[in-house]
């Protein structure tokens, strides 16, 4: 993992609607102190990228209501990487005309099955993260608030793994060997 808390936010997008969402999404990730956030597209992304994160986003625009093709073969192919996903806090978004919240529930049936922990499903939203057209100020304003979220549960998995690994019990007291 980073030193930092840090946000991955996968995407794909052909003209440019679902780009804008992630990046307004990273936007809100990143503003978080001590944290960082960085956006790639799902064919430059590779499994240390993943290992490297404490918080993911998924995002892609509808086609015939499911995920793009080249989100799919990410997860297809980073499928022997699944404990890299486990238990880390994850967004999924999308973009459509009006299907969108297909492609979202095609993401998240794919994540739950890498173990992760949907963040939106306690506090963001219903229905993941969607948006219809180009992002207006509302849409915007919603994914740079579901960003700093995201982050901040990222934030508290980071504190929870380096307790882990440090080998320090709930109360502060090292385990004796
Ligand atoms: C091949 C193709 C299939 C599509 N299928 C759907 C669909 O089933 N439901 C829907 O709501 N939008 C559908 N759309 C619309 C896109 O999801 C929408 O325009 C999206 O915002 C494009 O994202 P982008 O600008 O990031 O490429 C489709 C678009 C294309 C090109």
């Given at each position: 993992?980073?030193?930092?808390?840090?946000?991955?936010?996968?995407?794909?997008?052909?003209?440019?609607?679902?780009?804008?969402?992630?990046?307004?999404?990273?936007?809100?990730?990143?503003?978080?102190?001590?944290?960082?956030?960085?956006?790639?597209?799902?064919?430059?992304?590779?499994?240390?990228?993943?290992?490297?994160?404490?918080?993911?986003?998924?995002?892609?625009?509808?086609?015939?209501?499911?995920?793009?093709?080249?989100?799919?073969?990410?997860?297809?192919?980073?499928?022997?990487?699944?404990?890299?996903?486990?238990?880390?806090?994850?967004?999924?978004?999308?973009?459509?005309?009006?299907?969108?919240?297909?492609?979202?529930?095609?993401?998240?049936?794919?994540?739950?099955?890498?173990?992760?922990?949907?963040?939106?499903?306690?506090?963001?939203?219903?229905?993941?993260?969607?948006?219809?057209?180009?992002?207006?100020?509302?849409?915007?304003?919603?994914?740079?608030?579901?960003?700093?979220?995201?982050?901040?549960?990222?934030?508290?998995?980071?504190?929870?793994?380096?307790?882990?690994?440090?080998g320090?019990?709930?109360?502060?007291?090292k385990p004796t060997m």
């Open positions: 993992m980073a030193d930092k808390p840090f946000t991955l936010v996968i995407f794909t997008s052909m003209s440019g609607h679902t780009e804008a969402l992630a990046r307004a999404i990273a936007e809100g990730a990143g503003s978080l102190r001590n944290t960082t956030a960085e956006v790639k597209r799902a064919r430059d992304v590779t499994p240390d990228d993943i290992g490297r994160a404490s918080a993911l986003a998924f995002g892609s625009p509808t086609y015939f209501s499911y995920m793009s093709g080249e989100l799919k073969m990410l997860f297809d192919e980073f499928l022997p990487y699944k404990e890299r996903f486990q238990g880390k806090p994850v967004i999924a978004f999308a973009t459509g005309e009006g299907g969108q919240s297909k492609c979202i529930e095609s993401i998240e049936g794919i994540l739950e099955s890498f173990g992760v922990d949907m963040v939106h499903r306690s506090d963001i939203l219903t229905a993941g993260l969607a948006v219809q057209g180009m992002l207006d100020q509302k849409a915007k304003n919603e994914a740079v608030n579901a960003g700093k979220k995201l982050a901040d549960a990222g934030v508290c998995f980071a504190c929870r793994k380096a307790t882990e690994e440090q320090v019990t709930i109360g502060g007291e």
